[in-house]
């Protein structure tokens, strides 16, 4: 098991665990700063989220959803998601490959949305 910082910029950071779940999934972590935004992408298989510290907002296809500490969602396949943070926050991610998360599979949509969250900040 390897823990790796694979991102960071001012956002915050993701860590990867590779080597703890079957399958090549991939366990992540990742840093959301207060107001600022991740995401916009969609995958082909199912995705665990949970919110380890702090309370964001998901952006989860038409809907939107508060996630608070402690708190976990499961993101359907083919789904559009993002999430801003609302405060300080550190987001676990679970269930798909390093593969599909490398392939960035983009909504321009809501990209586009999550482009201008951060370009305002």
């Not at 996630?67 to 969602?73: A, V």
Request: charged share 35%; aromatic share 6%.
């Amino acid at each position: 098991m390897e823990l790796k910082k694979i991102h960071e910029d001012e956002r915050g950071f993701i860590y990867a665990i590779n080597g703890l779940l079957e399958g090549g999934k991939e366990f992540a972590f990742l840093e959301v700063k207060k107001g600022y935004a991740r995401g916009g992408c969609f995958h082909s298989r199912d995705e665990n989220l949970a919110v380890v510290k702090g309370k964001i907002k998901l952006l989860l296809g038409e809907k939107e959803k508060i996630i608070s500490q402690g708190e976990s969602i499961l993101i359907p396949a083919k789904v559009p998601h993002a999430f801003i943070g609302l405060e300080d926050s550190i987001v676990s991610e679970w269930g798909i490959t390093t593969q599909e998360k490398q392939a960035d599979i983009k909504n321009l949509e809501l990209r586009e949305k999550v482009d201008e969250i951060n370009k305002n900040l």
